[in-house]
């Protein structure tokens, strides 16, 4: 079983920037995917970015242009860098790992998940 632990959640306020971090127990080199899934208070999970074995990323569109969602294979670690926070942001975030190498952003394991809190 894969472990997912999030870090870097936080309060921002509007226009600011926060980076989570995810640390995979093994090796996210062997991971077909890896990505981020968000949940609002009271609305249902989302996916928010994620990357693939080959490099492909993927965005929901609310993000684009603001998310960026990286890899560190030496480090067994997947950011997701948020810039110009919205508080529409606001939610759980949480780190995911996919075993499928065509639908890299599905989450087959999950993390626990770190708030993040963007204030206006």
């Known amino acids: 079983q894969v472990q997912l632990v999030e870090s870097g959640g936080g309060s921002a306020q509007a226009g600011e920037s926060l980076k989570l971090a995810c640390a995979a127990s093994?090796?996210?080199?062997?991971?077909?995917?890896m990505g981020w899934y968000r949940q609002p208070p009271g609305k249902q999970r989302e996916l928010v970015a994620a990357?693939?074995?080959?490099?492909?990323?993927k965005y929901v569109d609310s993000v684009k242009g603001r998310f960026t969602i990286s890899r560190d294979n030496a480090k067994n670690t997947v950011y997701l860098q948020m810039n110009s926070l919205k508080p529409e942001d606001t939610a759980v975030y949480y780190c995911?790992?996919?075993?499928?190498?065509?639908?890299?952003?599905?989450?087959?394991?999950w993390g626990q998940g770190t708030q993040v809190t963007v204030s206006s």
């Open positions: 995911t790992a996919s075993s499928s190498r065509i639908m890299y952003w599905r989450g087959d394991y």
């Open positions: 093994e090796s996210i080199a062997r991971i077909n995917g």
């Open positions: 990357v693939g074995n080959l490099g492909t990323t």
